[in-house]
């Protein structure tokens, strides 16, 4: 029987994606003025069951789902964003939704514009009205006041701080009248710590209106602060449903992280004691991200992991350490000090970075695969260039038999060397920029969330590329992943990130607890190595 007191109830939804289960069975319940947080690992099937609420065609183009959906105790079927809208579901979207020619009340009141007469619609007919601005602006004023924004609403979106727009998202959401639900993706995840604080403010304010929200975040500290109750899934089944007061940061972490753990390389690999690369008192001030005094010796020849929840600090040490964002302290490699700030010089030491913004950082999606995986090797290194003096000429033939060469060794699956990165693969994107790196020959890898975004398939394939490339080239491999059961597979050791600073350093077979412990910054030895 479904309980009408609930705002909203999904029961027994499943997902497939091809023959890849991804949700199993969820339900989940929330009430009117209840804030109920979600929580789990990149790969949980979090975004997956947002899709589905939200009505996006990423899973009616894909079969659809099993399970029932229940709005104000009646059953719906959401197939699209603007049926959602209409049942009063509002989502802020991780990635912004913005239009930066627009000012702020153009994008909050988008699609929901006041217009007013002018000379010409009184003869002409109601299409040619007027937009009335000194309402709209009323309005959207209302809502930058209620999330605490002193910033002129008539300012265009470009050019604005990560954190104002986050807000702006949320002010026309809470603008909308007949709004019931609020969906929160990773709010907090580019705003500063005083503007989170803000925003969770805000979250108790728009509850106690009646409006429920459903938070997903990856800070737990932020969970008990504002949570009412708590559902966590892992590897798409929803593992358990807590109420706030009957749990803690500990619990909730052992619960996101805890599964079995499957070694992808041998016992008989030999890790040398020579350190590649020391790092002393990093600080970075990567949005949402920031590192604060970061101590590490990675050893010659390991497969490096760097672990922690979302937005605590782990991407920022491999952005920091390549010159990407703004950083303090001192990097050694082999002993030879490296200039922070300054990622062609990084570069030209044959470090090399894969980002975790693979498609908007790491490729050029309209450009063919091959020039993809020479384009910084000639840059930095002058590789693939026919000198004639002071003249230079791109060498095809090289670039060709460079790609040719890749595409076997990491079985890079294309139509040819000329085709558009756009049209890989996500796994194959991935390859493409594995190869770019290796196109430097480099000393030590950092690769940032390997497998963000790729299917299972694919996220083993890339996983077993980099054991191949570390035992075959013992090459150095630091590795920073949200998933840490990957980090665990492949990883000699794994530093825990917690608030900006490495809380310890674990065995991949030390207990769940002890990962728990140090994700949540409570483990008795955190900030000591336990190897």
Known sequence: MIEQEYILQMKNIKKKFSENTV?????????????????GENGAGKSTLLNILFGMSVIHATGGYKGKIFIDGKERQIKSPMEAIALGI?????????????????????????????????VLGEGLKSLDFDIMNKQARKGLDTLGMNIE???????????????????????KKNVKL????????????NEADNLLTTMKKI???GIAILFVTHRLEEVIKVSDNISILRDGELVGTKKKANTNITELAEMMVGRKITRLHKKEKVVKDRVILSIKNLEVMMPGEAVIGVNLDIRESEIFGIGGLGG???????NGVMGLYPGKGEIYLRGKRIPLNNPREVLKNKISFLSEDRRGIGLLLDTSLELNIAITAMQIQGKFLKKFGPFSQIDNKEIRNNCLRLIKELDIRCESPLQITRRLSGGNQQKACIARALTLNPDL????????????????????????????????????????????????RIAIVHKGKIMGILKPEDSDVDYALMMSGEHPNALREKV
């Not at 008539?154 to 954190?163: D, E, N, Q, R, Y």
């Not at 609020?182 to 710590?193: C, G, H, K, N, Q």
């Open 445 to 492: 890898l950092f690769i940032s969330e390997p497998t963000r975004g790729i299917d299972v398939g694919a996220k083993k394939l890339v996983l077993e590329t980099l054991v191949k490339l570390n035992k075959e080239s013992e090459m150095t491999i630091v590795m920073t992943s949200s998933e840490l059961a990957e980090l665990r597979s492949v990883c000699d």
């Open 312 to 318: 605590q600090g782990k991407l920022g040490i491999a």
């Open 90 to 122: 509002g989502m802020v979207h991780q990635e912004f939704m913005l239009i930066p020619g627009f000012s702020i009340t153009e994008n909050i009141k988008l699609n929901r514009e006041i217009t007013k007469n002018n000379v010409i619609s009184k």
């Open 153 to 175: 609403e008539w300012t265009k979106i470009a050019g604005l701080p990560v954190g104002y727009m986050q807000f702006v998202e949320i002010a026309r959401e809470i603008d």
């Open 207 to 209: 509850a106690d209106s």
């Open 182 to 193: 609020l969906v929160f993706d990773e709010p907090t995840a580019v705003l500063s710590e």
């Open 23 to 39: 949700l199993k069975n969820i339900n989940i319940a929330i009430k009117p003025g209840e804030i109920h947080a979600l929580l």
